[in-house]
């Protein structure tokens, strides 16, 4: 069955970098788009991060744009958000999930980062 | 402040129905049918129930049922079950390669 598994989260200071991996398992994964969405502390979802099925576009959020880059290794399986200039509101759980359509249909359980001095 | 409006919580007895609203605006819920609705019951994965405003993926049972009138979508979900105690959340395509997301609504089986 398809599963993904968001690692990397931890405790990391403001204006630093971290990156986030997202394996994937069940799927052809080099077939599909992925996307990274996260979800601050008491609020709702947010989208990050698109990246197409071969890595070759890339789209992101106005929040995220410029900090964040998404990225993908086929070969791997696994799915990248590389995170830097980190600032206290990207305090949040962050989610990979596969695009089907203009939804998400299979999401993982998350992974926490806390952007704190 | 999430793009979509939900109310933060919904509640009734096992064997109702209960409907949860979303309301966005002409750019995205008006203004496209990609609506989608999900479970989320803490700690554990996100869940697809409805896609495409009404259309449910195989295994979500027929208990939930999706619509929309205007920038307005709405999630119902009959012959309420205690496993149906979650948080759901709605999403919308909002053009350009940008998806929206509502605040959630914590939805209790009394």
């Known amino acids: 069955q398809v599963q993904l598994a968001e690692s990397g989260g931890g405790v990391v200071q403001p204006g630093k970098s971290l990156r986030l991996s997202c394996a994937a398992s069940?799927?052809?994964?080099?077939?599909?788009?992925m996307h990274w969405v996260r979800q601050a502390p008491g609020k709702g979802l947010e989208w990050v991060a698109l990246?197409?099925?071969?890595?070759?576009?890339?789209y992101y959020a106005d929040s995220v744009k410029g900090r964040f880059t998404i990225s993908r290794e086929n070969s791997e399986n696994t799915l990248y958000l590389q995170m830097s200039r980190l600032r206290v509101d990207d305090t949040a759980v962050y989610y990979c999930a596969r695009a089907h359509g203009q939804h998400f249909d299979y999401w993982g359980r998350g992974t926490l980062i806390i952007v704190s001095s | 402040q999430s793009a979509l409006t939900q109310a933060p919580s919904a509640s009734g007895s096992p064997g109702q129905s209960v409907t949860i609203s979303c309301t966005g605006t002409s750019s995205d819920v008006g203004g496209y049918n990609y609506v989608s609705w999900y479970q989320h019951h803490p700690g554990k994965a996100p869940k697809l129930v409805i896609y495409?405003?009404?259309k449910r993926p195989s295994g979500v049972p027929d208990r939930f049922s999706g619509s929309k009138s205007g920038n307005t979508a709405s999630l119902t979900v009959s012959g309420l079950q205690t496993e149906d105690e979650a948080d759901y959340y709605c999403s919308s395509y909002a053009g350009n390669n940008n998806w929206v997301f509502g605040g959630g609504t914590k939805m209790t089986v009394l």
């Open positions: 990246i197409w099925y071969d890595g070759s576009l890339t």
């Open positions: 495409e405003v009404s």
């Open positions: 069940g799927f052809s994964f080099s077939n599909h788009a």
